[in-house]
């Protein structure tokens, strides 16, 4: 690594780093796949493009893309689980590719869809196991489990086995399990999905308080907007592999219409279409119905709605996030035209 790089100021920096997976390729049929054991064809899939990043201590910076757009990739280079195929990276001045313990000692990754803790232990027995992997001072670490346990409301789970729990209380045992060493650098990729709105509340609330006080920098990645808007100071847009957006998130929302998803369903099909308001119709035939409004729109439409005669179910909802991004790149791709007919 180079001089200034060991020099940077930056808890977290990367000059061009990309990852590269190469796949084997099989067409259908036995005869192919016997072949495939003397000439095998290969593709290679990029996952990160060459990207360059700075981000300061304390930091926190929400990391946005559709399914399969590089964000978790992105993580698992900057915590070292995956090395880059090109290019160079710094956390804390470490090379995450080195996984130098001092290093391990003072980030934390938590994958939402994949637990760090054991399966058929209690969260007691593993926070055990992890304070002695860290080689923490034992009274401390079971003071930080209880005080963590504490504020997450989930003290009487912890003498539960984690594959009895409920989701949401397993992602609460993982929060601390990944806190429990205080990490300064947090990756924290998905920690609310497939919650229900109680839990994602909860979660949400708990790291909003956390890292106000104890001031990590953290990557944070989400398909709820609630989570990047309450948390995230900084925004990073991610689109096949590339960052397509840097900038706060009061900018992005800006470009991008805010919108809420309106569900319902009805006692009876509709006899007939009936006209909402502006480009809004619901169907002939149909008893089950969303509709995707405006804030503007929602108070009125919801207003008209609750008039018909047995509707019932009534839920509101964030739009998908991947709904926004495409949304987002839909009209950034449009202005590139007439951008660039304005360059000299």
């Given at each position: 690594?180079?001089?200034?790089?060991?020099?940077?100021?930056?808890?977290?920096?990367?000059?061009?780093?990309?990852?590269?997976?190469?796949?084997?390729?099989?067409?259908?049929?036995?005869?192919?796949?016997?072949?495939?054991?003397?000439?095998?064809?290969?593709?290679?899939?990029?996952?990160?493009?060459?990207?360059?990043?700075?981000?300061?201590?304390?930091?926190?910076?929400?990391?946005?893309?559709?399914?399969?757009?590089?964000?978790?990739?992105?993580?698992?280079?900057?915590?070292?689980?995956?090395?880059?195929?090109?290019?160079?990276?710094?956390?804390?001045?470490?090379?995450?590719?080195?996984?130098?313990?001092?290093?391990?000692?003072?980030?934390?990754?938590?994958?939402?869809?994949?637990?760090?803790?054991?399966?058929?232990?209690t969260?007691?027995?593993?926070?055990?196991?992890?304070?002695?992997?860290?080689?923490?001072?034992?009274t401390?670490?079971?003071?930080?489990?209880?005080?963590?346990?504490?504020?997450?409301?989930?003290?009487?789970?912890?003498?539960?086995?984690?594959?009895?729990?409920s989701?949401?209380?397993?992602?609460?045992?993982?929060?601390?399990?990944?806190?429990?060493?205080?990490?300064?650098?947090?990756?924290?990729?998905?920690?609310?999905?497939?919650?229900?709105?109680?839990?994602?509340?909860?979660?949400?609330?708990?790291?909003?308080?956390?890292?106000?006080?104890?001031?990590?920098?953290?990557?944070?990645?989400?398909?709820?907007?609630?989570?990047?808007?309450?948390?995230?100071?900084?925004?990073?847009?991610i689109?096949?592999?590339?960052?397509?957006?840097?900038?706060?998130?009061?900018?992005?929302?800006?470009?991008?219409?805010?919108?809420k998803?309106?569900?319902?369903?009805?006692?009876?099909?509709?006899?007939?279409?009936?006209?909402?308001?502006?480009?809004?119709t619901l169907?002939?035939?149909?008893?089950?119905?969303?509709?995707?409004?405006?804030?503007?729109?929602?108070?009125?439409?919801?207003?008209?709605?609750?008039?018909?005669?047995?509707?019932?179910?009534?839920t509101?909802?964030?739009?998908?996030?991947?709904?926004?991004?495409?949304?987002?790149?839909?009209?950034?791709?449009?202005?590139?035209?007439?951008?660039?007919?304005?360059?000299?």
């Amino acid at each position: 690594m180079s001089s200034t790089f060991s020099q940077s100021p930056w808890a977290i920096e990367t000059r061009e780093v990309s990852r590269v997976y190469q796949t084997y390729v099989k067409p259908e049929g036995l005869a192919n796949s016997l072949k495939g054991f003397w000439k095998r064809q290969h593709k290679d899939k990029i996952a990160l493009q060459a990207t360059t990043l700075q981000i300061p201590k304390g930091q926190i910076v929400g990391l946005v893309g559709a399914n399969g757009a590089g964000k978790t990739t992105l993580l698992k280079v900057l915590s070292g689980l995956v090395r880059p195929s090109s290019g160079e990276a710094r956390v804390l001045g470490f090379n995450p590719a080195e996984r130098d313990s001092r290093f391990l000692r003072q980030i934390s990754i938590l994958l939402g869809q994949k637990n760090q803790l054991w399966w058929d232990l209690t969260p007691h027995d593993s926070y055990a196991l992890l304070a002695e992997i860290y080689d923490l001072d034992k009274t401390a670490a079971k003071k930080r489990v209880h005080d963590l346990a504490e504020i997450l409301n989930c003290t009487h789970v912890l003498e539960t086995q984690l594959r009895r729990l409920s989701l949401g209380e397993r992602m609460k045992m993982e929060i601390i399990g990944a806190l429990l060493h205080e990490p300064e650098v947090l990756y924290l990729d998905e920690p609310t999905i497939g919650l229900d709105i109680v839990a994602q509340s909860s979660i949400r609330k708990f790291l909003e308080e956390y890292v106000a006080l104890k001031k990590p920098t953290v990557i944070l990645t989400s398909h709820y907007m609630d989570d990047i808007a309450k948390l995230a100071d900084r925004l990073l847009l991610i689109s096949q592999g590339s960052m397509v957006y840097d900038g706060t998130v009061e900018g992005f929302t800006r470009k991008t219409e805010s919108k809420k998803l309106l569900r319902f369903s009805l006692a009876e099909p509709l006899a007939a279409a009936l006209p909402i308001m502006n480009l809004h119709t619901l169907p002939a035939g149909e008893q089950n119905l969303s509709l995707q409004v405006t804030n503007e729109e929602l108070a009125p439409v919801l207003s008209k709605i609750t008039s018909l005669s047995g509707v019932k179910d009534i839920t509101i909802d964030e739009r998908d996030f991947e709904d926004v991004i495409r949304e987002f790149l839909e009209k950034e791709s449009r202005l590139l035209p007439s951008r660039g007919a304005h360059q000299p």
